[in-house]
């Protein structure tokens, strides 16, 4: 299984980006994707999940509301679109797949910066 991210960027604040997740070697039903992102000197955090058996998402308060997670079954890549980008979204974005929905995320994609500037 490998994932591969995509589509990061410099923006500016209250605009709009959308990251790709391309994966091989998996099928979509079978697994929840996921996506993080770690800002500089700060841990890494979740930002928000799709599950693969249900197709339900879920993100975190900071976030929810401007970013949406979906899927193309027939390109085999998840999306993560970001919209009203805020200077503190600033952060390498990972996607990652985990089987089912309460297994640990174990396939991780290289990371994509994204950059908003004020």
């Known amino acids: 299984v490998q994932l591969q991210a995509s589509g990061g960027g410099l923006v500016q604040a209250g605009g709009s980006l959308r990251l790709s997740c391309a994966a091989s070697g998996l099928t979509f039903s079978s697994y929840s994707m996921g996506w993080f992102r770690q800002a500089p000197g700060k841990e890494r955090e979740f930002v928000g999940r799709?599950?693969?058996?249900?197709?339900?998402?879920y993100y975190v308060d900071s976030v929810k509301g401007r970013f949406t997670i979906s899927r193309d079954y027939a390109k085999n890549t998840v999306y993560l679109q970001m919209n009203s980008l805020r200077p503190e979204d600033t952060a390498v974005y990972y996607c990652?797949?985990?089987?089912?929905?309460?297994?640990?995320?174990?396939?991780w994609g290289q990371g994509t910066l994204v950059t908003v500037s004020s």
């Open positions: 799709l599950s693969g058996r249900t197709g339900t998402t």
């Open positions: 990652a797949a985990r089987r089912g929905d309460y297994a640990t995320y174990d396939v």
